[in-house]
């Protein structure tokens, strides 16, 4: 089952798909923490949960398209686009946080944000 899986993968370089990737995970954590957050920094948020509720749609593509290009990156294999996209969502949610909310970088927060960033590396990396 696995290798034909792996067979039907699409002829797209590893690279460009791990880019890609990034960048989707990149977008979609942001606009998640939008849809999530933003009720604690503007009225409209707070005001159309159901239209939030059904950004939920194009949320949930983005994400099948990152863990898509991940599964390409990463030769068919699950778990490094899954620690990306935990990464991605890390180090988005903190930047977020920190700007529209105000919330500082405590040394918890900082080390948790390295970790993350070490996930990353051993996944992109450790061949």
């Known amino acids: 089952m696995v290798r034909k899986v792996k067979a039907n993968m699409e002829n797209m370089s590893k690279v460009v798909a791990l880019i890609l990737c990034i960048g989707t995970f990149l977008l ?3 606009v998640t923490w939008f849809q999530l957050n933003g009720q604690f920094v503007w009225p409209w948020f ?3 949960v159901f239209l939030l509720c059904l950004f939920g749609i194009p949320i949930s593509w983005l994400y099948i398209e990152a863990t898509r290009l991940s599964f390409i990156a990463f030769d068919g ?15 988005t949610f903190a930047i977020c946080a920190n700007v529209f909310l105000g919330e ?5 927060t900082i080390t948790s944000l390295i970790l993350a960033t070490v996930l990353v590396c051993i996944q992109v990396f450790w061949k």
């Open 104 to 108: 500082g970088l405590t040394p918890k």
């Open 46 to 48: 707070k005001n159309n």
């Open 28 to 30: 979609v954590q942001i």
């Open 77 to 91: 294999i699950i778990w490094p686009g899954r620690l990306l996209g935990f990464a991605m969502g890390m180090l």
